[in-house]
């Protein structure tokens, strides 16, 4: 299996190397993001409320997930299940109201 995923692998990339195009342009070199000319230094600083609303975000989302197999399951769980939901909704409600009071999701 070693051997195959092996062989696999050289003839992807021999075949990648021998069939890509060659000529390499200024413009072809150049770094491209979203379209626009890069201007300033790639070392710029961003407020620490950038992080902290994507690192926000991140939480809220990943307990978002937490709920789809809940939803499955809904049936299945009863009102014991439905109590546990509610309590944690309930928690997030409670994070989200002191982030919001605390002015996390202000952008000045």
């Not at 299996?1 to 069939?19: K, N, R, Y």
């Not at 439905?82 to 997030?92: P, S, T, W």
């Amino acid at each position: 299996m070693f051997a195959l995923s092996g062989i696999v692998l050289a003839t992807f990339l021999g075949l990648g190397w021998a069939l890509s195009p060659r000529n390499r342009t200024a413009a072809k070199l150049t770094n491209f993001e979203c379209g626009n000319e890069p201007s300033g230094s790639a070392w710029g600083r961003f407020s620490v409320k950038f992080y902290l609303t994507a690192i926000l975000f991140i939480i809220f989302d990943v307990e978002v997930v937490f709920m789809y197999p809940w939803a499955v399951l809904f049936r299945k769980l009863g009102w014991f299940g439905f109590a546990e939901m509610a309590v944690f909704i309930g928690i997030l409600t409670i994070g989200l109201l002191y982030v919001w009071r605390r002015g996390a999701l202000e952008w000045d």
